[in-house]
């Protein structure tokens, strides 16, 4: 038993050692923010102090006019009254003038660290490396620029105008009470005991249910991202009636954590107004017991009654920023984790320089796991010339994919090195890796945009000759040509204008017109129908011309243009030779190319 309690307690050590942790990332990421407008921050700050001073004023100014003025006025003399009327006036201006130059201050600060962060979010997530993104889904990152950004802007929006206005409010209140009549202001003092207590109360039971409401509206996003970018595989698989019930219930998950907080606030709302006017009850008898003896004038008893029933209306806009604090620090949270996170791929630090790439591509002792138990290259050696076209085969789960991201370095190897012309991959510029390498994929990925922008976005730069070249060396060209306003043409979301095999001889004119050195081709004809691989296939003999060329394809069709074909099989190189070499033998590879005729019959 004494071990459980232990264990127990160890664990509860880590948990506080890294809800700390969290919190200290979160206010690191805060400051980080908030230092490029700390001159705008201090301004508002001074801003603010003096127009709550000036509208704590008020009541004074009333007391001074009712215990000095009327009396003097009695006497015709209109000065006291007089000051106290031009006084008043003049402090209400002020304080809404100095409102609204405050309001325009914090509006400045809450959209320039809202877009500082915004950029942050975007620019990270690109930056990291590629198994970042296998592992965390796409709903997830949308909710970090999503609900999360909005839960930030929320709060700095209207939370901070809350809390800094509510506070100094009731700050300044207490100080005018104590100054007019100490005995008032140990009334209200007194008051606040029960105000602390309901407060914390509050603090407590709201602090979870928030992050529950977070979790809960994370999980709704992200199950309608997902769904709506799988549509085509809902629709196939007649998934609707799933996700129908699994949305449901999130939705009541939702609900029931909503409903929740709003009982928290049946009861908070009403006891903050029932401690205020007991306050407000107390302070009058005690003050109109002290009227009647004569130890209080009445215009103080009137202002520490106004006094008193302003303090507590800060109060339930300080709640209500408690409200929006917690979404706002849960979402704080997660964007901080996330921009915390490291490319498991960096850049070097001291880049080595490959102007003009010959090709020549080695793997010396590589060895390669995604994770610690999951080998998929357990020892790797392999020589690629310059200008030699390779094709790699094999079953799936052989490792050719592993294979084309070490080339591409979406991921670097776990030991041994990954070469380029000698040089390591770890070591080489960024700038020179991807000018000199290139993957084409089977999704063949189009942009919104016309035909030129995705053929352009090999070369940014590039004219209007130059992508047309492209086109044509590909044999995409003519069917460009047909589209309604040809390279203008809007190909609309994810090339929805164009057919697969169309997509395909574009993402090749895109490859084309980057001109790498080495060209890999992961699957890049696998959803093509045989004429649109014979379309493509002319398209590949230019691709390919003078250049290295890495080739994954389970149609062996792809693999007659191959100078060398390796055939994989658990992460080695079983066979290795010439098309006709291998064709001619009796290994795997000669017994895939029989299975393959014998489908074409």
Not at 503 to 519: E, I, N, T
Request: aromatic content about 8%; hydrophobic content about 45%.
């Amino acid at each position: 038993m004494s071990m459980l309690g232990v264990d127990g307690e160890e664990r509860d050590d880590l948990d506080r050692a890294e809800s700390k942790q969290i919190r200290q990332r979160s206010l690191k990421l805060l400051g980080s923010l908030l230092h490029p407008v700390r001159r705008t921050v201090a301004l508002t700050v001074a801003v603010v102090i003096v127009s709550t001073a000036l509208q704590v004023a008020g009541p004074a100014f009333i007391a001074f006019g009712i215990d000095r003025g009327i009396p003097a006025l009695l006497k015709q003399d209109w000065f006291p009254v007089s000051l106290a009327v031009v006084a008043y006036l003049l402090a209400g201006l002020g304080g809404a003038a100095l409102i609204a130059w405050y309001t325009i201050l914090t509006a400045r600060i809450s959209q320039a660290m809202l877009i500082d962060l915004r950029k942050r979010v975007f620019q990270q997530t690109q930056k990291l490396s590629l198994e970042f993104h296998e592992s965390y889904t796409s709903g997830r990152i949308i909710a970090r620029q999503t609900s999360d950004l909005d839960s930030i802007k929320e709060l700095l929006n209207s939370g901070i105008n809350q809390l800094v206005q509510g506070a100094l409010y009731m700050l300044f209140i207490a100080g005018a009470m104590f100054l007019l009549d100490w005995v008032s202001g140990l009334v209200l003092l007194a008051s606040l005991v029960p105000l602390a207590i309901l407060s914390r109360w509050f603090q407590v039971k709201s602090q979870q249910l928030f992050r529950q409401t977070r979790v809960a509206s994370a999980r709704l996003i992200v199950h309608f991202v997902e769904t709506m970018t799988g549509i085509r595989a809902v629709k196939a698989f007649r998934k609707e009636k799933r996700n129908e019930k699994e949305f449901g219930d999130l939705v009541e998950d939702y609900r029931d954590v909503n409903a929740k907080v709003f009982r928290i606030f049946g009861t908070f709302d009403p006891g903050l107004v029932l401690i205020g006017n007991v306050a407000l009850a107390s302070v009058l008898l005690v003050g109109g017991l002290r009227v009647a003896s004569g130890d209080l004038a009445v215009g103080v008893l009137l202002a520490a009654l106004l006094y008193t029933r302003s303090f507590y209306g800060p109060a339930q806009e300080m709640a209500m920023f408690y409200n929006g604090y917690q979404s706002a620090a849960a979402a704080l949270e997660k964007i901080s984790g996330v921009l915390e996170e490291r490319p498991t791929v960096p850049d070097p630090t001291r880049p080595i320089d490959l102007w003009q790439a010959r090709g020549n591509v080695r793997f010396d002792g590589v060895k390669f796991a995604y994770k610690a138990d999951q080998v998929v290259l357990p020892h790797f050696d392999l020589d690629i010339p310059a200008g030699q076209v390779i094709a790699l085969v094999g079953t799936t789960g052989a490792g050719k994919s592993t294979l084309a991201k070490l080339i591409s370095r979406f991921y670097d190897p776990t030991e041994g090195t990954v070469s380029l012309d000698g040089v390591d991959l770890r070591r080489l510029h960024p700038k020179d890796l991807r000018r000199a390498i290139v993957m084409v994929t089977q999704e063949a990925y189009l942009f919104s945009g016309t035909v030129a922008d995705n053929i352009a976005l090999g070369k940014p730069d590039a004219t209007r000759e130059e992508i047309e070249a492209a086109a044509k060396a590909v044999g995409a060209h003519e069917f460009v040509m047909s589209l309604p306003q040809g390279y203008d043409t809007d190909v609309n979301k994810r090339g929805g204008r164009v057919s697969a095999g169309q997509r395909q001889l574009l993402s090749f004119a895109r490859a084309f017109l980057a001109d790498p050195q080495v060209l890999i081709l992961d699957e890049a004809t696998a959803s093509l129908d045989i004429p649109s691989e014979r379309l493509v296939q002319e398209g590949l003999q230019t691709l390919l011309s003078d250049r290295t060329a890495v080739i994954i394809a389970h149609r062996l069709s792809t693999v007659a243009i191959a100078d060398r074909v390796l055939v994989m099989e658990h992460g080695r190189i079983i066979e290795d030779g010439t098309p006709e070499q291998l064709i001619a033998g009796e290994g795997k590879f000669a017994q895939l190319h029989a299975a393959w005729k014998d489908s074409l019959v």
